[in-house]
């Protein structure tokens, strides 16, 4: 840990053991007594526990420094730099570095179209409460999964009395988006930050994906897409209900967050993201990673046990 000011960073903790998300604008994060401290444009230092959170969401003009990234990759804290209120991703930093054995089986699943396929019916079931159809391709699941997505958007537009016209946005034109899919775009994006984390803290690619492909994010989509419905949709139009009476004070996606942050923590998300995946990946029919092959050389120094999940260092 040479050249980072202070104190030795602490080891990564479990992932269902932190807080989900801080977001963080027009500020310079740095380290200071081995610690996160944001200091704002007043001078004013706030002190993070960079270790006991998924995420950090990374607003413009935010600046991070070298020793601020090294100690979020050390502590197993992803940053996540998004657009202006968090409702766009552009990029994240790793929080650490995937195990080989479970991207070896996570790719070995996606390339296997049998096992693929077995994996998008246990999402699909998972996310239904009910088993897919039998004889359906993963293209034909993906078109059965569109619709009903389609109904439940209507649906909870109509519990909470919002007008909805479909999810149509653009990210080149954002303040011309509708309301209601401002809230969604905000809300998700919360969402797709903790899902990132949690792949990469259980040793993943978010890149390989198995209903979404082609995408950095694929694996990203097929996990969040599980909890969505449950967790942020719902606030998302609650929030937009509000704002067409004129009861949102304030930043609509500042509100949206926040109650993000609430069910986050109400559902007890963190806890279930690294089970739901393992879950997942099991209904391939491959065998799981376990014992290394018997010709396989071992380690000449051993890493010790680690204290977070299987993709934290340290």
């Given amino acids: 840990m040479a050249g980072i000011p202070g104190l030795r960073p602490p080891r990564p903790i479990p992932l269902r053991d932190r807080s989900t998300i801080l977001f963080v604008e027009k500020g310079r994060i740095d380290v200071l007594d081995g610690a996160f401290v944001v200091v ?7 002190h993070v526990p ?3 959170f998924a995420c950090l969401m990374l607003e413009p003009g935010t600046r991070v420094s070298h020793a601020a990234v090294a100690l979020a990759a050390r502590a ?4 996540v730099w998004v657009g202006e209120a968090g409702v766009r991703l552009y990029a994240s930093g790793q929080p650490g570095g995937a195990r080989a054995d479970r991207l070896l089986w996570q790719a ?3 390339l296997d179209e ?3 396929l077995g994996v998008v019916r246990r999402m699909f079931q998972i996310r239904f409460d009910e088993p897919a159809p039998d004889r359906r391709s993963v293209d034909q699941l993906r078109g059965i999964e569109g619709a009903r997505v389609r109904r439940l958007y209507e649906l909870i537009a109509r519990q909470h009395g919002v007008s909805w016209r479909g999810r149509d946005y653009d990210r080149e034109a954002w303040d011309a988006g509708d309301v209601p899919n401002r809230c969604l775009s905000a809300a998700t994006a919360c969402l797709y930050g903790l899902a990132e984390a949690a792949i990469l803290a259980a040793g993943y690619a978010p890149a390989i994906g198995f209903l979404h492909t082609g995408k950095p994010q694929s694996f990203v989509y097929d996990i969040a897409d599980l909890f969505k419905f449950e967790t942020v949709v719902p ?3 609650r929030i937009a209900a509000r ?3 004129g009861a949102v004070p304030g930043s609509l996606e500042g509100a949206v967050r926040r109650e993000c942050r609430d069910v986050f923590r109400k559902t007890g998300l963190l806890e279930r993201l690294i089970p739901a995946i393992e879950d997942v990946l099991a209904g391939s029919g491959l065998p799981p990673p376990g014992l290394p092959e018997a010709d396989v050389q071992p380690p000449a120094f ?3 046990r680690p204290s977070g999940d299987a993709g934290h260092r340290g």
């Fill in 40 to 46: 704002d444009e007043r001078g004013v230092r706030t």
């Fill in 50 to 52: 960079v270790g006991g």
């Fill in 76 to 79: 197993g804290t992803l940053l």
């Fill in 108 to 110: 070995r699943i996606a």
């Fill in 114 to 116: 049998t096992a693929r």
């Fill in 235 to 237: 606030v998302a139009f």
């Fill in 243 to 245: 704002a067409q009476r």
């Fill in 302 to 304: 051993p890493d010790p």
